[in-house]
């Protein structure tokens, strides 16, 4: 099962409303694909690759589009944490900055 914390759906909305400015369908196409990218670790949960800046292979990401979708497999579900935009500075955000 897929799991969404809190600012993961929280980064999921602001995403959609930066890109409803232009255009609600280009904005519902892109939560939805990322959506339906995050539905396939049900079954493959090890197809993003280890997070660089976490060392962790537990904590994993998903590029989609100009996005990183972070996620967390664990023994009961896989969670997803963040999404971040790729030009972002993750290095400034630390583990304890995503929520689960």
Request: aromatic content about 10%.
């Given at each position: 099962?897929?799991?969404?914390?809190i600012?993961?759906?929280n980064?999921?909305?602001?995403?959609?409303?930066?890109?409803?400015k232009?255009?609600?369908?280009?904005?519902?196409?892109?939560?939805?694909?990322?959506?339906?990218?995050?539905?396939?670790?049900?079954?493959?949960?090890?197809?993003g690759?280890?997070?660089?800046?976490?060392?962790?292979?537990?904590?994993?990401?998903?590029?989609?589009?100009?996005?990183?979708?972070?996620?967390?497999?664990?023994?009961?579900?896989?969670?997803?944490?963040?999404?971040?935009?790729?030009?972002?500075?993750?290095?400034?955000?630390?583990?304890?900055?995503?929520?689960?």
């Amino acid at each position: 099962m897929v799991a969404w914390s809190i600012r993961a759906k929280n980064d999921l909305k602001q995403i959609y409303d930066y890109i409803a400015k232009d255009s609600k369908y280009y904005a519902k196409n892109v939560a939805q694909d990322i959506v339906s990218k995050a539905e396939e670790l049900n079954e493959f949960p090890e197809m993003g690759r280890a997070v660089p800046e976490i060392g962790d292979d537990k904590i994993r990401e998903l590029i989609i589009y100009s996005y990183r979708l972070i996620y967390e497999i664990t023994p009961d579900a896989i969670a997803v944490l963040a999404l971040i935009h790729g030009k972002r500075d993750f290095s400034r955000l630390d583990r304890n900055g995503l929520d689960r």
